[in-house]
């Protein structure tokens, strides 16, 4: 609520305000640098803000210390861009490795655990594979599952689908249909992928100059006759987004 | 503004700016060594990432000790070597070798090389980490990045060390025997014999108390210095180099408070 973050003298955002509905999928979407990473990172603890609150589930967890989000981040799972599976560990190592922590398994239950994940995201034939011998599609359902062994409530996804070819974004943007659809997760997604994001919102929040500019369902951005968005779903390099 | 980057100039504040960046360093690592020591009391171990942490850590320096210490053993022999051929002293030789290995030399610089080798590749590792955002991927499955990455560091470290410490003594004084018998004629019983009779348990005890402390500083400097990366890679690469220069630095100002309060008799 009323979100502000500065980087130095860069005001990201100005004032966000935004209410996540349980069960949705909610793409956050935006040209480059309009800070919806920096947003979703709020609702982690990764950032504080300058002012505003972050509320979960009716908590306000602005000012938690470190230790108090541990918990949270249990329910409230984030998946980055770049996947972060650990290089060290094998796939199936890294899937195990939150079974192990936090349900309390053996290294050997959390491994045999760890494959019925990886089946969720089609990967148990590559589970013994280190993270830099799959591709970039792998790694990032691989992470996905890796943050679905903490049950979580809802799933924070950043940018899933960002430098993946046409096929393996729609394996992607078929595994968020079914964390939603099968598995009852609340799903953000932060993309700019307008073909992933027509296929599978439920609901659409587009950013820009640090606010939420338009906020509903993606038939609302199809009928939209506000300029900034018809420039940034046509894509089209001329208009008030410079 | 205009005033203080004028102000900013001059000697009194680069000194100034280099005390207040010391003073965050070293409480950075001081809060961090109690953290470490606080999670290293708890019971919650990841005993997977320890063994692992002792494999790399330990394991893998086995090769660059013992050529260290044979050469330092063979070193010593040949330092003293010139005396024991002037006095005749050979009787001398395993105690004068020992006592330099076993209590200075020898764990100074396998330290040293332990830092460089072991150290400069966990600060490039968790700095890595940290620029690739797994550092925060720990914290986003709800672990603590000091227990789960920091600790096993800090136990493998210390424990190694101490042993590595014990390995490179015995090669140190193989390789001094080696030296007497090829280089100094005189015959290695000899040498053998001086080393027994010479007593050197003490000055063995002392190289491995400084093993032990020489891995904990190597530890929290390495891990400090490696989650505190910014800046990419060339962040990184500073960040190693001031790894491997502090830790050096610790190692002698241990060494020497070891030494002092130990006493010279050893």
């Known amino acids: 609520m009323g979100l502000t973050k500065s980087f130095g003298d860069h005001r990201v955002l100005d004032g966000v305000d935004l209410a996540i509905r349980d069960g949705e999928i909610t793409y956050i979407i935006g040209t480059s640098g309009t800070g919806k990473s920096v947003l979703v990172k709020h609702a982690v603890g990764l950032l504080r803000p300058d002012s505003g609150r972050v509320l979960i589930e009716g908590t306000d967890v602005s000012d938690l210390p470190e230790r108090a989000w541990a918990p949270i981040r249990r329910r409230y799972v984030l998946v980055f861009q770049h996947s972060t599976l650990f290089d060290s560990m094998t796939l199936r190592e890294n899937v195990a490795l939150p079974l192990r922590k936090h349900r309390g398994l053996s290294r050997a239950e959390a491994r045999e655990r760890a494959m019925d994940y990886l089946r969720l995201v089609r990967m148990e034939d590559r589970a013994d594979r280190m993270p830099a011998e799959v591709g970039p599609s792998e790694r990032k359902r691989v992470a996905i599952s890796r943050a679905l062994t903490l049950d979580p409530h809802c799933a924070i996804l950043d940018e899933p689908t960002t430098g993946l070819d046409v096929i393996a974004s729609a394996t992607v943007d078929d595994l968020i249909r079914r964390l939603s659809r099968e598995l009852g997760r609340t799903v953000v997604v932060v993309s700019h992928d307008l073909r992933s994001i027509f296929g599978v919102a439920d609901r659409i929040v587009f950013l820009y100059k640090g606010r939420v500019w338009l906020d509903g369902p993606p038939d609302v951005f199809r009928v939209s006759d506000d300029p900034v968005v018809r420039q940034f779903i046509q894509g089209d390099p001329n208009g008030p987004i410079v | ?266």
């Open chain 2, 1 to 266: 503004m205009k005033a203080l980057a004028r102000f900013s100039s001059v000697p009194v504040a680069a000194a100034g700016r280099t005390l207040l960046a010391a003073c965050r360093v070293v409480g950075g690592m001081s809060t961090l060594q109690v953290r470490i020591l606080r999670a290293t009391f708890s019971a919650d171990h990841d005993y997977d990432e320890t063994l692992r942490q002792f494999h790399q850590v330990g394991v893998r320096s086995v090769g660059v000790v013992v050529a260290t210490a044979l050469l330092t053993g063979a070193i010593m022999v040949i330092q003293s070597g010139d005396f024991v051929e002037r006095t005749g002293a050979t009787s001398l030789v395993g105690w004068a070798a020992g006592t330099a290995v076993l209590a200075e030399v020898g764990p100074i610089l396998i330290g040293l090389m332990f830092s460089g080798r072991v150290g400069a590749n966990n600060t490039a590792e968790l700095g890595a980490m940290v620029i690739t955002d797994q550092v925060d991927a720990v914290r986003l499955l709800g672990l603590d990045p000091v227990r789960y990455l920091a600790v096993p560091r800090f136990l493998a470290m210390i424990v190694m060390l101490v042993l590595l410490t014990c390995v490179g003594d015995l090669f140190a004084l193989l390789g001094g025997a080696v030296t007497c018998q090829v280089l100094l004629q005189i015959d290695m019983h000899v040498f053998w014999q001086s080393v027994f009779e010479s007593h050197l348990l003490n000055y063995f005890a002392m190289g491995l108390v400084k093993g032990f402390a020489f891995g904990g500083a190597i530890a929290v400097v390495s891990c400090h210095y490696g989650l505190a990366v910014k800046g990419g890679a060339e962040g990184l690469g500073r960040a190693v180099n001031n790894s491997v220069v502090t830790a050096a630095i610790a190692i002698f100002v241990v060494n020497f408070v070891i030494s002092a309060l130990w006493g010279g008799g050893g």
